[in-house]
């Protein structure tokens, strides 16, 4: 027994001291790790933080959640769910690429053009910068003309959220923005009245842009195509959409799917100044209302 005991303590002894022979190398951290390190946390950050002011955003959450469900299909063993997710996930690939083929298109062309480094570096823009006093002005002079007149007009201030895929479906322009320059756009008979204006950076970037139509059923029958291609484009984009009507003159806003009609010059001032304030710091509007809202 004292002789089996001497054994298996010798062979521990000789265990411990094979242990304590080994070559053991520990992982070093040098200067090039970190930096390494660093650069991909930063193009991790700056890709989310360019998804997150894209219509992609959402896409990208509900990507989220399917991905969260496969964990917990992984962790309960749900054998029948695991399989069909190990089954579809090359399909799922070519789907993303499809879902997200405007996102990719642009930021493509932003590394071709050679600015996508630019804006990869740039730092958050003001709400001045965007929409400066001015050009509120200048826009709100406009739309007080061209409803006394009854002149049709559509114009989109872009925010956050980029209009570069309506943008691209018009004439380029790239103007300073004035109230003469709108009223002489949206003139009848003028080869630029027709579709919408874009507004981006203080300027007036593109006229003639096609908007996508609302699909609600809960739209007023007189409202037209105008009216209808202003909420399509509100429930897309956080933009300021601007409607002035050719039928009666009345100024409207779409914001986030909800149309305000009849806006006086000083209401519109208002909705725009307090919108503008409560987008610097919550990023939401401040006000609900129905899809028509009086």
Same mark, same amino acid.
């Given at each position: ?5 001497t ?5 521990? /002894?000789?265990? /411990?001291?094979?242990?304590?022979t080994?070559?053991?190398? =520990?992982?070093?951290?040098? #200067?090039?790790?970190?930096?390494d ?8 950050? +700056? *890709? ?14 509900? =990507? ?38 405007p ?16 804006? #990869?570096?740039?730092?958050? &823009?003001t709400?001045?910068? =965007?929409?400066? &006093?001015?050009? *509120?002005?200048?826009? $709100? ?8 007149? +009854?002149?049709?007009?559509?114009? $989109? ?8 895929? /309506?943008e ?54 007189? #409202? ?38 009849n $806006?006086?010059?000083?209401? $519109?001032?208002? *909705? ?5 304030r ?15 809202? &009086?």
């Amino acid at each position: 027994m004292n002789q089996t005991a001497t054994d298996t303590l010798a062979s521990i /002894f000789s265990s /411990f001291t094979n242990y304590q022979t080994l070559d053991v190398t =520990m992982p070093t951290v040098g #200067l090039v790790d970190i930096l390494d390190i660093v650069i991909v946390a930063f193009l991790i950050y +700056k *890709m989310i933080f360019w998804i997150k002011q894209t219509r992609a955003w959402v896409l990208f959450k509900g =990507m989220v959640v399917i991905f969260g469900f496969a964990l917990v299909a992984m962790i309960l063993h749900l054998t029948t769910i695991l399989w069909i997710f190990s089954n579809t996930i090359s399909v799922g690939i070519i789907a993303l690429i499809v879902v997200f083929q405007p996102e990719l298109r642009r930021a493509l062309e932003q590394l071709g053009k050679g600015s996508y480094f630019t804006s #990869l570096f740039k730092t958050e &823009e003001t709400a001045e910068d =965007m929409f400066s &006093e001015k050009t *509120m002005e200048e826009i $709100l002079k406009a739309c007080g003309k061209m409803s006394h007149a +009854k002149t049709g007009a559509l114009i $989109l201030v872009e925010r956050r959220v980029p209009l570069g895929d /309506f943008e691209r479906t018009g004439i380029p322009i790239d103007a300073v923005v004035t109230s003469q320059l709108l009223i002489n756009i949206f003139e009848k008979n003028t080869p630029l009245h027709d579709g919408a204006v874009i507004i981006k950076h203080n300027r007036v970037a593109a006229a003639t842009c096609f908007l996508p139509l609302t699909e609600a059923n809960d739209i007023s029958m007189e #409202l037209g195509t105008r009216h209808r291609a202003g909420i399509g484009a509100s429930e897309v984009s956080d933009a300021f959409v601007i409607i002035v009507s050719e039928e009666t003159g009345g100024i409207s806003l779409a914001q986030g799917g909800v149309l305000y009609r009849n $806006l006086t010059i000083d209401s $519109l001032r208002s *909705m725009l100044s307090q919108s503008s304030r409560s987008s610097k710091k919550k990023k939401v509007l401040p006000w609900k209302g129905r899809r028509n809202h &009086e």
